[in-house]
């Protein structure tokens, strides 16, 4: 909701609409570029969560300042686009990965039409501003701390074994500690294994016999 709140936000914002629509479509790159990166590291559970948290500020200061700060207020709005556009990117994901096989595309397919359907009251966001001008940045600030709050009690799905059956999705992350970052994850444990698994490829690799091997020179 918010992507598209800040889209459809931008010609009432000060300065050149083009250019803030041009920045505001730019900023996206990094941000998913950084998205790509820490899901891989940080996780798919926390990243949307900090990140949220953030473009919850930043929007909040952006509806509370004087209308006259603009300069302030514009980068308060580039910042929370980057934010959301870092969000946009994991919770795709993270979507997909929470859903247990069966159900991954039906579930998927659910959640984006609930998303769409909430889209619908974008305009309505929007439109707030013409009674107050930060107005729907304060609505776009408390939706953010509320999915926030929401996304951080999803499971983490970083390195861990996606739910294959509905039971499997009933039990998964059940057990693990609210503040955890990779549950049941052990980096040395982790590397210990794949050494294992290495060395154990090349014992087979050498025990098999190949072809040539069974041939005699006449």
Known sequence: MIYEQITLNTPYMSGNQFLNF?????????????????????????????????????????????????????????????????TFFVIYVQTTELFPTPLRATGGAVASTIASIFGLLNPSVVYTGKYYSGAPYLVMS??????????????ETLRQHLPETIEDAEDFGVGNKYWSMHPDYDRKKRKSIRRQSEVYIRSKSISVPHENDNDTTI
């Open 22 to 86: 041009f920045v505001l479509a730019v900023v996206e790159l990094p941000g998913s570029v950084l998205a790509g990166y820490l899901i891989g590291n940080l996780g798919r559970r926390w990243t949307p969560v900090i990140f949220g948290l953030f473009m919850g500020i930043v929007c909040l200061v952006a509806g509370l300042v004087s209308e006259d700060m603009s300069i302030l207020i514009i980068i308060c709005i580039i910042l929370g686009k980057f934010a959301v556009s870092v």
């Open 142 to 155: 408390l939706i953010s701390f509320i999915g926030c709050i929401c996304a951080s009690f999803l499971p």
